[in-house]
């Protein structure tokens, strides 16, 4: 069931649309949602709903960022409460992927009926990278700051990298622990030696 952002008014139609939209991807499926079925379920005309988005790929690219951007702060205080940059990143990325698993909108964008759309939305317009930027930058420039990390990686980069990442990790990812054990497992060996500072 799509659900309303807790500082959303009411009142606010984009939140509205956004809301119907989430209503239309869970019950036809996101490539199957047309703006007429979005209309519909606003109860707005195409018209009101063309005004506030562009097009059917503008509404679904802003419904991830909102769902994004409303469990950013949550997120950004879970993976600085581990006492270690390793179990920080580590965590903070199995987090991201096990989220993003169980979020229903994410879940559909990367399965596979979706996945060219996906792409297209999250990778190569760039939104994907700058939320988890916006999401980890602040993060891994702290770190870099205490010397953790290295200093010479470049951030946009390396969030880019685990945007890329995350993506894959829950297009794949199952319900069991034991996926998720697997994930932190290569973690720990293979990225994390890889951006500590020696």
């Known amino acids: 069931m799509a659900t309303r952002i807790d500082n959303e ?17 869970e019950r036809f499926g ?6 007429e079925d979005v209309a519909r379920a606003a109860s707005m005309s195409r018209a009101t709903v063309y005004r506030y988005f562009a097009d059917r790929e503008s509404l679904i690219a ?19 409460r581990w ?7 580590v965590e903070g990325i199995c987090r991201d992927i096990s989220k993003g698993h169980r979020d229903p909108m994410v879940n559909r964008l990367v399965s596979p009926e979706s996945m060219g759309l996906s792409i297209q939305l999250l990778s190569e317009s760039g939104r994907a990278i700058e939320l988890t930027h916006e999401l980890w930058g602040p993060i891994l420039a702290d770190e870099q ?3 953790t990390i290295r200093a010479d990686l470049d951030l946009k980069l ?11 990790y829950i297009s ?3 319900a069991d622990d034991s996926a998720l054990d697997r994930v932190r497992a290569k973690l720990r060996a293979f990225v994390v030696p890889a951006l500590l500072s020696r």
Request: with cysteine; proline share 5%.
């Open 62 to 80: 802003e419904s991830v960022v909102r769902r994004a951007r409303a469990n950013m702060d949550r997120a950004r205080v879970y993976i600085r």
């Open 83 to 89: 006492p270690t940059v390793e179990e920080r990143i």
């Open 9 to 25: 008014p009411r009142t606010d139609p984009r939140a509205a649309i956004l809301l119907a939209a989430e209503e239309c991807f």
């Open 158 to 168: 390396l969030a880019e990298w685990i945007s890329e990442l995350e993506i894959m």
């Open 172 to 174: 794949q990812f199952g």
């Open 145 to 147: 700051a205490a010397g």
């Open 30 to 35: 996101i490539a199957k949602t047309t703006m």
